[in-house]
C-alpha cells in the first residue's frame, strides 16, 4: 500500500496492489481491477505491506 493513491495513464488512481509471481518475473496488479502495472522507482518509495486479509477489508474502507 502507497501512502497516497497514483494516477496512472489511463486516469485511474490506486494506492493498494497485488503482488504476483509470473514465472520469473514478479508483477504488480492494481487491486481494483487487475491490471498490471508498473511503479518507476518502487523501491524508493515509501510503501507498506499489507497482510492479504487486511488488503481487501482496506479496499472496501477506500472505495
Known amino acids: ?9 489511463d486516469g485511474i488512481s ?11 518475473r514478479t508483477v504488480l496488479l492494481r487491486a481494483g481491477d487487475g491490471a498490471g502495472v508498473r511503479i ?12 492479504p486479509e ?3 477489508s482496506a479496499a472496501s474502507v477506500v472505495a
Open 1 to 9: 500500500m502507497l501512502p497516497e493513491p497514483l494516477t496512472f495513464s
Open 14 to 24: 490506486e494506492q493498494t496492489f497485488q503482488v504476483r509471481s509470473w514465472g520469473t
Open 40 to 51: 518507476s522507482r518502487l523501491m524508493t518509495r515509501a510503501w507498506t505491506l499489507v497482510a
Open 54 to 56: 487486511a488488503a481487501a
